[in-house]
């Protein structure tokens, strides 16, 4: 017997769910998909020159302005609210779908913060556990003990997501909630720590993936503030503009991808096969510990490796000869829409069936029998993982979502592309093998969601 | 002639093995008076020698039943996880209102084991050592149960499975496992026997996955057809891995009366298209187990093909014409509807055809202990020797799923086992096995292992 929810990877995993999907027609919908990807490259060649700005348009709608303090206020509140989940983490219930630290971390905050981050708006701003600390922690020593040099960048926050991603996907159970509490403690003190001696700004900056992380879906979102003024515009906007940049961003983004498409990769008949596991009769998380790192490690490397070698390809075709730094540096931040979407397609399902267990928590989070949200006698359901109907709806979202994303890349890359190379002829030249390379990366996206599932 | 449970009486003199000292669960006697008496003895005794335990003695009549429910919150088992977890809620919420266990609530300490078998065994461990369990209670995977059982055994904590499979029955396991709240997969396969042969034809091909879960199929069912007089005439093992079946189906042999089909997994509704489509409108008959398509609505558009196939249910999903009292308030208990889906979203199915073990285990932790006296992690090898002396359940709000024969030699329980048709997109009771068509020689006898 075998009926799937993973998780916290949980993604599509959903194996009834899943056998519905096998009887839609995802081959002609994945056809379609890829097509529109295409499309979108061949229009920009064809289309006259436009700037980016042109392509992602976007306008002032005003001033909207919080004050800073209230923002800190926010923040130490939800410091407040972390320091809790991990006593409720220690101490509370050992039910995972029952214990607020795992649901307010693994589903409210990791599944869901990322998606409001990278389409709507700068949600970080106020959920940064971190933030309220940092004047504080910056008067207290006014100069850091240690140094971490501009030229260090993001790495240390390469790391640390690395680190996380493994722990995520290969450890036994990164849901247990004694567990998640020792190790979102140990990360406490480690940030608190790094903003102390390396100083706060500079740790959130480079080190604190999450803030890293947050950042760079931030540039996605739909609405940003410019100054004073609140600026609205197509997912993307604001990677029109360039980005200000930090060694190891490049990597930074290309770990979120990789890392997104093994979560995915990770689930499929094809990889348990590959490593010799049963996918009707896996074994365990625990039976699987060493294979995942090493996938985890080998994807990264390999989607590394492959971009590199197709912006440099598509930079000797035009005879370009930029040094492979500036290439990551330019281009990467254009796949940035590709790991949201990853990110978003892929926690879609289980935020439907595991947001359902968040709010039935919200309804008496003391557990003193209030029924704050009128759902005392509410049953989680997952009875539209049971119909082929509502299926189809799901499986045909995540796609849109996959699409929609690549599209956006495609978009980035061509205004990259032009601004290098300085017209559309050169641009697309150069820019061809990164073409090719975002379409093959929809055909994977949407084979990812169509693909039996086990594990 | 077969028995059903609903229209004849169980006759609760029939022991598959019988013994001298068994209670019936249902009904105290004088023998549970004695036991309890000597149990609150023994305590007394044990508490005054043992000054951490003498304390805990002297407060623990008030405190919780703590039972350790070792549920598959993630991972593969997740969606029978959440069926068990929302069957035992209502179970221990009954108990509770009926007054407790030996006048104490119950309480449960929910673990997730991942369904992962080393998982398994690590949260086994918990909840002997750190949680302070009585038993620890309600796996269904069948690896996790194998992994988590040495563990419960060397920790001495009754360990009360519900997860169908022979490990129990086949003596691999130890004196501290019991499954005496579901049947085990062996009897379930065999007792489909004289049905299929029978009333569906003699000439059976079967298809299955070509793993363990595949192959115990395979064997106990060509076993049992072939005791019937039927025939098994071809056997086809399908790779886990595979997602389409079209080239599977030419090899079904012509004479085939029935096939037997137990496909699992995300192939599984293929399956059924594409076998309705390799057959058209002249098909024989088809009988599978409802373990490849628990939690899937039938009513979906897709599944049309299942029409008129058979389905062995280990508890029927919809409410049937017969239905007895019992199965009407566990079903309200549960929040489960007349069709077997939640009371919160008609589409949301249960997984009706196993759950019921939770509730039916439950109640037998709580008839064992009250005939036991049990009063503390003392007791726990009175426990289950009470529930080792157990024989006949009868159908009741205990057993909402039909009476029950125990076998406390072997650790495992006997019952009906039902049989529905696919009738305008329900599943209609067919026809109920008796006990008898499940019982098989024991393998094992637990009871001369000492605790």
Redesign the interface.
């Given at each position: 017997?075998?009926?799937?929810?993973?998780?916290?990877n949980?993604a599509a995993a959903?194996?009834?769910g899943?056998?519905?999907?096998?009887?839609l027609p995802t081959g002609p919908y994945m056809a379609v998909g890829v097509a529109t990807v295409a499309l979108s490259i061949m229009l920009l060649w064809f289309l006259p020159q436009r700037s980016a700005s042109a392509l992602l348009p976007h306008r002032n709608i005003g001033r909207v302005a919080a004050a800073p303090a209230l923002r800190n206020l926010s923040s130490l509140l939800m410091f407040l609210a972390l320091c809790g989940g991990i006593a409720a983490g220690l101490n509370g219930?050992?039910?995972?779908?029952?214990n607020g630290l795992v649901l307010g971390f693994w589903v409210a905050f990791w599944m869901a913060a990322p998606m409001v981050q990278g389409y709507l708006f700068d949600l970080w701003g106020w959920l940064s556990p971190w933030r309220w600390a940092a004047q504080p922690l910056g008067t207290l020593a006014a100069r850091p003990v240690l140094p971490l040099p501009r030229h260090v960048g993001v790495w240390p926050a390469v790391a640390l997501l690395l680190g996380f991603s493994a722990f995520t996907l290969a450890d036994?159970?990164p849901?247990?909630p004694a567990r998640l509490a020792a190790v979102i403690s140990a990360y406490m003190i480690v940030t608190f720590a790094g903003m102390t001696l390396f100083g706060p700004r500079r740790w959130l900056r480079q080190a604190e993936f999450f803030s890293v992380l947050m950042a760079q879906f931030g540039r996605l979102s739909v609405l940003a503030r410019r100054g004073a003024r609140v600026r609205a515009g197509w997912p993307g906007w604001q990677l029109g503009n360039g980005v200000a940049f930090l060694p190891g961003i490049p990597v930074f983004t290309l770990v979120l991808l990789g890392t997104g498409s093994f979560d995915g990769f990770n689930e499929t008949?094809v990889w348990?096969?590959l490593i010799g596991v049963?996918?009707?009769?896996?074994?365990?998380?625990?039976?699987v510990v060493v294979p995942v790192i090493l996938g985890l490690a080998g994807a990264n490397l390999l989607l590394v490796g492959l971009f590199l070698v197709m912006i440099v390809t598509g930079d000797r075709l035009v005879g370009g000869g930029l040094p492979a730094n500036r290439l990551l540096a330019l281009f990467a931040p254009t796949i940035l829409p590709i790991a949201l979407a990853y990110h978003m397609a892929h926690y879609l399902p289980s935020l439907l069936v595991d947001g359902q267990y968040v709010l039935v928590a919200l309804n008496d989070p003391l557990g003193t029998g209030a029924n704050l949200l009128g759902l005392a006698?509410?049953?989680?359901?997952?009875?539209?993982f049971?119909?082929?109907?509502?299926m189809r709806v799901i499986w045909l979202s995540q796609a849109a979502v996959i699409v929609f994303g690549h599209v956006i890349a495609v978009i980035l890359a061509h205004a990259a592309a032009v601004q290098l190379y300085g017209n559309v002829s050169r641009a697309f030249r150069a820019g061809l093998p990164l073409a090719v390379f975002m379409v093959l990366y929809t055909w994977l996206g949407l084979w990812l969601l169509a693909a039996?599932?086990?594990? | 002639m077969k028995k059903t449970i609903h229209d004849t009486p169980v006759d609760n003199t029939q022991t598959m093995n019988k013994g001298d000292d068994r209670i019936d669960a249902s009904r105290p006697s004088r023998r549970k008076a004695i036991k309890t008496l000597a149990a609150t003895t023994a305590l007394a005794a044990t508490a005054s020698s043992m000054p951490l335990f003498g304390r805990y003695g002297q407060v623990q009549s008030s405190e919780p039943i703590k039972i350790g429910f070792q549920?598959h919150?993630?991972?593969?088992?997740?969606?029978?996880g959440?069926w068990y977890?929302?069957t035992t809620k209502a179970a221990v919420k009954k108990i509770n209102d009926e007054g407790g266990i030996n006048g104490r609530p119950v309480e449960i300490?929910?673990?997730?084991d991942?369904?992962?078998?080393?998982?398994?065994a690590e949260v086994v461990e918990k909840m002997a050592t750190q949680?302070g369990c009585d038993i620890a209670f309600g796996t269904?995977?069948s690896?996790?149960v194998i992994g988590s059982a040495p563990r419960a055994g060397e920790l001495k904590i009754p360990y009360f499975v519900v997860s169908e499979g022979h490990h129990v029955a086949s003596g691999m396991l130890n004196r501290y496992t019991l499954q005496p709240g579901i049947t085990d997969v062996k009897s379930q396969v065999q007792a489909m026997a004289p049905f299929v042969n029978s009333t569906l034809g003699k000439k059976v091909t079967m298809i299955y996955?070509d793993?363990?879960?595949g192959h115990d199929h395979r064997d106990y069912f060509s076993a049992a057809v072939e005791a019937q007089g039927g025939e098994v005439v071809a056997k086809i093992a399908i790779p886990?891995?595979e997602?389409s079946f079209t080239k599977y189906f030419p090899k079904i042999p012509r004479n085939t009366d029935v096939i037997y089909h137990v496909m699992?997994?995300?192939?599984?509704?293929?399956f059924v298209?594409e076998m309705g489509e390799f057959f058209g409108n002249s098909r024989p008959e088809i009988f599978g187990f409802i373990?490849s398509l628990?939690?899937?609505?039938l009513a979906?558009?897709?599944l049309e093909f299942l029409e008129g196939t058979y389905f062995w249910e280990g508890n029927p999903r919809y409410a049937q014409a017969n239905q007895s009292e019992y199965d009407k308030a566990y079903r309200a208990a549960v929040?489960v509807d007349a069709n077997g889906?939640?009371?919160?979203?008609?589409?949301?199915?249960a997984?009706y055809a196993h759950m019921f073990g939770c509730w039916e285990t439950l109640h037998i932790v709580k008839a064992g202990m009250e005939a036991s006296g049990y009063a503390g992690a003392g007791d726990r090898s009175k426990l289950i020797e009470a529930v080792e002396s157990m024989t006949s359940m009868p159908h009741s709000f205990a057993h909402p799923q039909g009476a029950k024969e125990f076998n406390g030699k072997t650790h495992q329980t006997f019952g009906h086992q039902y049989i529905t048709k696919v009738t305008n997109g329900k599943l209609v009771l067919a026809h109920t096995t008796s006990i008898e068509d499940t019982y098989y020689p024991d393998e094992v006898d637990y009871t001369t292992q000492s605790f």
């Open positions: 017997m075998g009926i799937t929810t993973a998780w916290p949980a959903h194996a009834t899943q056998s519905f999907v096998a009887l219930t050992r039910d995972p779908l029952e036994p159970a849901d247990d008949f348990l096969d049963n996918p009707l009769a896996f074994p365990g998380r625990s039976a006698d509410y049953y989680v359901t997952t009875g539209f049971n119909h082929r109907e509502t039996p599932k086990g594990g | 549920v919150r993630t991972g593969i088992g997740a969606a029978y959440r977890d929302r300490v929910a673990e997730d991942g369904t992962d078998p080393k998982r398994g949680h269904l995977f690896h996790v996955p793993f363990a879960f886990p891995t997602s699992v997994g995300p192939a599984v509704l293929t298209k373990d628990e939690a899937v609505d979906s558009p897709g929040g889906a939640s009371l919160s979203d008609s589409k949301d199915v997984t």
